[in-house]
C-alpha cells in the first residue's frame, strides 16, 4: 500500500448538489494533488497544493476547489455537480526533494456518480 | 507542452511469453517518465521511472523500461509475462514545474491469458 487514503470509497450524489472529498497523504509528504479519472480515460490533472496553497491549476472550472491543512490532509470540493463529473477521484501525494525527481504515491480513489 | 501516447488500447500475451507495452512522449526540456499500474477499483501504483542515466530503467515486479531518445518512446517490458500482471497501465511524463503533476496516456490494458 502507498500509505494513501482516501474517503469514502465510493459515493452517489444528485445534480446540482456539492461533494467533498477526503485525502489523508503519506507522513512526510508535503505535496498532494488531485486527479479526475473518467472511465476509460486516464488520470487528469486537476490542481496541486504545496505547504497549504494552490500551485498549479489544470483545465477545471472554478466550481473544483481545494484546501491542505497544516498536517498535510487535503480535501476536494465540487460544487453544482453535473452528471460529466462521475468519475473516480485520485489524490497523489509526494514528499520534498532536494532537486531530484521523486514518484507521485496514489490512494485508491473515491468513485463519485452523479444521478 | 507534455504529452505522452500510449497506441494500443490492449495487449494480449500468453503467460510465459514476453510482453511490451508501448508509449511514446513528447516534452520541452528533459523527458521525466513514469509508468504506473491500476488493478480494478484501485488507485495508481508505481512500477518505475527514467530521470536520467542508462536507458534502461529496472522496476518493481520484474518490469523495466527502455528510454530511447531518437525515438521519443519508453516501452514497458518483462521477460516472462504473469496472469498476475492483467491490469491496466499508464505511462506518464512529469511537469517541468510541479512536482506532483502528471500528464497520463489513456492506458493499455494488458490481459496475460494461462
Known amino acids: 500500500e502507498t500509505g494513501v487514503t482516501q474517503s469514502p470509497t465510493h459515493l452517489i450524489k444528485t445534480r446540482g448538489q456539492q461533494v467533498t472529498l477526503r485525502c489523508s497523504s503519506q507522513?512526510?509528504?508535503?505535496?498532494v494533488s488531485w486527479y479526475q479519472q473518467a472511465l476509460g480515460q486516464g488520470p487528469q490533472f486537476i490542481f496541486q497544493?504545496?505547504?497549504?496553497?494552490?500551485?498549479g491549476r489544470g483545465n477545471f472550472p472554478p466550481r473544483f476547489s481545494g484546501l491542505q491543512f497544516p498536517n498535510y490532509s487535503s480535501e476536494l470540493n465540487v460544487n453544482a455537480l453535473e452528471l460529466d463529473d462521475s468519475a473516480l477521484y485520485l489524490c497523489?501525494?509526494?514528499?520534498?526533494?532536494?532537486?531530484?525527481?521523486?514518484?507521485?504515491?496514489f490512494g485508491q480513489g473515491t468513485r463519485l456518480t452523479v444521478v | 507542452a507534455q504529452s505522452v501516447a500510449q497506441p494500443e488500447d490492449q495487449v494480449n500475451v500468453a503467460e510465459g511469453n514476453p510482453l511490451t507495452v508501448k508509449c511514446t512522449y513528447s516534452?520541452?526540456?528533459?523527458?521525466?517518465l513514469f509508468w504506473y499500474v491500476q488493478y480494478p477499483n484501485r488507485g495508481l501504483q508505481f512500477l518505475l521511472k527514467?530521470?536520467?542515466?542508462?536507458?534502461l530503467v529496472k522496476g518493481s515486479y520484474g518490469f523495466e523500461a527502455e528510454f530511447n531518445k531518437s525515438q521519443t518512446s519508453f516501452h514497458l517490458k518483462k521477460p516472462s509475462a504473469l496472469v498476475s500482471d492483467s491490469a491496466l497501465y499508464f505511462c506518464?511524463?512529469?511537469?517541468?514545474?510541479?512536482?506532483?503533476?502528471?500528464?497520463f496516456g489513456s492506458g493499455t490494458k494488458l490481459n496475460v491469458k494461462p
Open positions: 497523489a501525494s509526494s514528499r520534498p526533494s532536494q532537486g531530484g525527481i521523486t514518484e507521485a504515491f
Open positions: 507522513s512526510g509528504h508535503n505535496t
Open positions: 497544493y504545496y505547504r497549504e496553497e494552490e500551485n
Open positions: 516534452v520541452s526540456g528533459n523527458p521525466y
Open positions: 527514467y530521470i536520467t542515466g542508462d536507458n
Open positions: 506518464a511524463v512529469r511537469d517541468a514545474n510541479n512536482f506532483n503533476k502528471f500528464y
